[in-house]
């Protein structure tokens, strides 16, 4: 449902406010000092994240761009480069980390939906001499920039094993990697199994305010971990919004709601707008909409949505993203329908 104050806001599954079982349990939580790796509630929800994944270690880290990066900066070194998805989000929507923390560059590939192909690594590492070493391979499963599409297990399986033959350490930008699981039905541990390390998010369709965390091996995990207290992400009693994490994480199968309001978004939009949007690619809780569809100027549109109390981001030239979650429901898209028709 709408929140309290009658807003119902499609931005992003980032907006979401914390639940009251999450509220009682950030304020009951056993706390310790999570620098010196004493914190039970931190210590309790890294264990269960990397045991989830299969990994043998994990770190919580204050944000998802963190983890990206400290990922990157254990796996790389300076003047290398990383293997992504053109479209990734290390690469496009993270300010210029990677180059500025690491400094490492990228080598990029096209494919749909944030697809990289066997052949497209061994291309990549065809170049020598002269060119950049690559040092990782980076997935980002659910893609974001493609709309939330989820790159099928059985071609990173094939991918990752390419990687690996050509010695790449390979990373898994899993910020909404339990939509993917939703979605797919493939278990979170046949995906982590492909690469080195694995981040995914606490805040986003999960719905914790806060954190996210990064698994892999435990000497990988070690150097993230001093990699953490060098960008400043050692962060004390920890434990109070890493109990909100570990309610989430229980949770987690309630993301399946989440992608069956996005298809009805997107149904919604195709009866009203025929040709705006083709409801079978909405694969998890991201529709994205052809907005001149809509035979609206965005100053309009934007106008109408905010006087029905609805918030969404401006369209993009990829396409106009809305975003379900567990704080919007089905009246919720149904009035914003209503808004622009």
């Known amino acids: 449902m709408a929140f309290s104050d009658g807003i119902a806001d499609f931005r992003s599954d980032t907006v979401t406010r914390p639940t009251p079982e999450m509220l009682e349990a950030m304020a009951s939580a056993p706390l310790g000092d999570d620098v010196y790796h004493d914190d039970p509630t931190v210590n309790g929800l890294e264990q269960e994240s990397a045991d989830l994944l299969g990994k043998e270690a994990a770190v919580f880290v204050p944000t998802g761009t963190m983890g990206n990066q400290l990922a990157i900066m254990a796996q790389t070194n300076p003047g290398e480069e990383v293997l992504a998805h053109e479209g990734s989000h290390v690469r496009s929507i993270e300010g210029g980390a990677p180059q500025a923390l690491s400094g490492v560059g990228f080598r990029t590939v096209s494919g749909e939906g944030g697809q990289i192909e066997p052949a497209d690594v061994d291309s990549a590492m065809e170049w020598s001499g002269f060119f950049p070493v690559i040092g990782l391979m980076v997935w980002e499963n659910t893609h974001n920039l493609s709309g939330g599409r989820v790159v099928p297990i059985d071609l990173m399986e094939k991918t990752s094993e390419s990687a690996r033959r050509h010695g790449l350490n390979v990373h898994i930008d899993g910020a909404r990697i339990f939509n993917a699981v939703a979605a797919s039905g493939v278990p979170i541990t046949r995906y982590a199994a492909t690469a080195d390390s694995v981040q995914f998010c606490f805040s986003k369709g999960l719905g914790a305010p806060i954190g ?130």
Request: charge should be neutral.
């Open 212 to 341: 996210s965390i990064v698994c892999g091996s435990t000497e990988l995990m070690a150097e993230v971990r001093r990699l953490r207290k060098r960008l400043g992400g050692g962060m004390r009693q920890t434990g109070v919004i890493a109990a909100a994490a570990r309610v989430a994480l229980a949770s987690r199968d309630r993301l399946v709601e989440d992608h069956i309001l996005a298809r009805r978004l997107g149904d919604l939009f195709a009866d009203a707008f025929p040709g705006s949007v083709d409801p079978v690619s909405i694969e998890t809780n991201m529709a994205r909409i052809d907005f001149q569809s809509i035979g609206l100027s965005w100053v309009e549109a934007s106008e109408r949505l905010e006087s029905a109390g609805i918030k969404v981001n401006p369209p993009l030239p990829g396409g106009w993203r809305i975003v379900t979650h567990r704080d919007v429901d089905a009246s919720d898209a149904e009035k914003l329908l209503a808004a622009l028709s």
